[in-house]
């Protein structure tokens, strides 16, 4: 799995920890909402404030 995390466009480089808990946290949460299908190939998250 890859990560990518951008803040204000700018990409912010994470070490691999962070990417396994940040994809470990996404996935478990996303796959288990109902219309999510076992064969996804891509999740986007945007935040905004």
Avoid: C, H, Y
């Avoid at 691999?16 to 478990?28: D, K, Q, Y």
């Amino acid at each position: 799995m890859g990560l990518q995390l951008k803040v204000d466009g700018k990409v912010i480089p994470i070490n691999e920890f962070v990417e396994s808990i940040l994809n470990g946290t996404v996935t478990g949460a996303v796959t288990t909402l109902k219309g999510v299908r076992e064969d996804w190939k891509k999740i986007e998250i945007q935040v905004e404030r």
